[in-house]
């Protein structure tokens, strides 16, 4: 039983990753409330880098920032709990017309 959570923990982390990387802007408010908790803690992303041979002979990969997966894997959970913590607080102050 704990295998198939784990294994679907993990195929949660990698659809979530491939939507930040390619469409970000496509996540409804549960999950973007997610990406906002990540966005700017760097242990939750890699910096691609290359050599300048590499990068002229063109084997360098893009140079764009993409998610650590095995980070996020090891603290999914919890981002999930923040986030509905996050989302939870912000409801409550619409409900009392306070603007977040």
Same mark, same amino acid.
């Given at each position: 039983m ?8 993990l ?6 990753? !491939?939507?930040?990387?390619n469409?970000?802007e496509? !996540? ?5 409330t ?5 966005a700017?803690e760097?242990?939750f992303w890699?910096y691609?880098s290359?050599?300048?041979?590499d990068?002229?002979?063109? !084997?360098s990969p893009?140079f764009?920032p993409?998610l650590d ?6 603290e999914w959970?919890?981002l999930?709990?923040h ?18």
């Amino acid at each position: 039983m704990l295998a198939r959570i784990q294994a679907s923990s993990l195929a949660v982390v990698e659809l979530f990753a !491939l939507l930040v990387e390619n469409a970000a802007e496509m !996540l409804p408010d549960p999950w973007s409330t997610v990406l906002d908790l990540i966005a700017a803690e760097e242990r939750f992303w890699v910096y691609p880098s290359a050599n300048v041979g590499d990068i002229e002979d063109g !084997l360098s990969p893009a140079f764009v920032p993409h998610l650590d997966r095995a980070a996020l894997a090891t603290e999914w959970n919890g981002l999930l709990e923040h986030a509905q913590r996050v989302s939870d607080a912000r409801s409550s102050s619409a409900q009392h017309g306070l603007e977040a």
